[in-house]
């Protein structure tokens, strides 16, 4: 067997030598074990990310199931609305993108037919005092309460509106009809008592006879000039006085 013929040099392989090689697989071996140990962190790091990214996504569904049901189960009506402005920035109407069951029976539209919708499409009319105090209230985060007669539905509605994101507006809202029917009959009916205090008051002065009111027990409420001028008190003294004292 021909045994090969070595140099005095060292040998090499692929024009390095054996040393250049060992140093070259030791740094390697040092950079795969430091890559190994990154990754393992990295994975490490990423399977517990995933896990709180889960527990994150349940926490989430729950807020928003109980969000879902706060929404639909409220007792006033809730509509809400991304603000429309012109080229100049200026607010002319809104597009609801939520409601709730209660607004249904509030208004007769159902959520399926006021969301996507305008308020125009819905022939609803916004003043433009009332515009701007709402786009004062998704500016400002302030928000405003105010009661309004709906001339479509015949319907007083007492709202309150605060803006829960930018360029959104939330209505919430009740029927206070009854309430506002009942206000004006009581005001309809002070008035038409103060109308007859005077009618009264008027004739009982221009009177040829004494006139006189008491309460349940004689204590005097009323007393025309007459009256004064016949028992010789004055209508501040007859007042304090009980009809038995005369």
């Known amino acids: 067997m021909i045994k090969p013929k070595h140099d005095k040099d060292e040998p090499s392989y692929r024009g390095h030598s054996k040393e250049e090689l060992i140093t070259a697989l030791n740094n390697s071996y040092l950079e795969y074990n430091s890559l190994n140990e990154a990754f393992t962190d990295i994975n490490s790091k990423l399977s517990r990310s995933l896990k709180e990214l889960d527990t994150t996504a349940l926490k989430l569904q729950a807020c928003e199931d109980l969000f879902h049901n706060i929404f639909d189960n409220m007792f006033s009506g809730i509509l809400v609305a991304e603000i429309l402005t012109d080229k100049s920035g200026n607010p002319y109407d809104h597009r609801f993108v939520r409601a709730n069951k209660v607004s249904e029976t509030i208004t007769g539209f159902s959520p399926e037919k006021v ?29 405003i309460e105010y009661e309004r007669y709906n001339e479509r539905l015949k319907k007083y509605f007492h709202t309150q509106v605060f803006s829960p994101s930018p360029k959104e507006l939330a209505f919430v809202f009740n029927d206070v009809t009854d ?29 040829m006879d004494g006139i006189f009111l008491t309460d349940v027990k004689g204590n005097y409420v009323f007393v025309n000039p007459l009256y004064c001028k016949i028992t010789g008190y004055s209508e501040a003294e007859l007042l304090k006085m009980n009809v038995l004292d005369v």
């Not at 029917?181 to 009264?200: G, V």
């Open 179 to 207: 309430r506002k029917n009942a206000e004006m009959e009581l005001i309809a009916a002070k008035e038409k008592a103060e109308e007859n205090e005077l009618r009264f008051k008027a004739i009982s002065e221009q009177s």
């Open 115 to 143: 969301i996507g919708k305008s308020s125009k499409d819905l022939n609803f009319s916004w003043p433009a005092e009332l515009l701007h105090q709402l786009s004062q209230v998704s500016k400002t985060g302030k928000p």
